[in-house]
């Protein structure tokens, strides 16, 4: 939200959603519960707050795990509001992998969220945390993580908004 000026998830798109509406809408279709981790509430969302004050992501991630509402969370960023329900069906395919995230072909990278993960991985979470690790795929390569590679149609609904020309790009679609 620094690089835009203001939350991302407030934002409105074209179809009259915020961004973060559109992801827990989302999320919605394939989890039997949607909450809002963070230090800002979304819509009328359950709100888990983050247990490390400016430690980013992965702080979110450890007060979700920490929270014992399940075994295996799908965690999704507000600023993908592109995602669709079929590809976060893709992250919850049974597998005995720690962690499912996407590879796109056209950013040859992995990308760290969305991701599906199992709630035994905190333990190594809370360490990474603690020896001062910030970066969700720094954190990933102390776990055992299944990579399924997104065709570019398909990755490119995975576009972030990180910026005021990102946010245009994607409310003109």
Known sequence: SSRMGRAKQDLRLGEGLTMGEAVARALGEVCSSVV??????????????????????????????????????LICPNDIPRVTPDLLRLLIEETSNDATIFERYDVAEVQSLPIRIAA????????????????????????????????????????????????EQVSDD
């Open 120 to 167: 035994s991985t905190l333990p190594v979470l809370q360490a990474a945390l603690d020896d001062g690790v910030r970066a969700v795929h720094r954190f990933l390569e102390e776990i055992d993580v299944r990579v399924i590679r997104l065709t570019n149609q398909a990755g490119r609904r995975l576009f972030n908004v990180n910026t005021p020309p990102d946010y």
């Open 36 to 73: 809002s981790v963070g230090t800002l509430p979304l819509a009328d969302l359950p709100r888990i707050e983050d247990r490390r004050a400016g430690h980013g992501p992965l702080a979110g991630i450890e007060a979700l795990l920490a929270s014992n509402l399940d075994t295996q969370y």
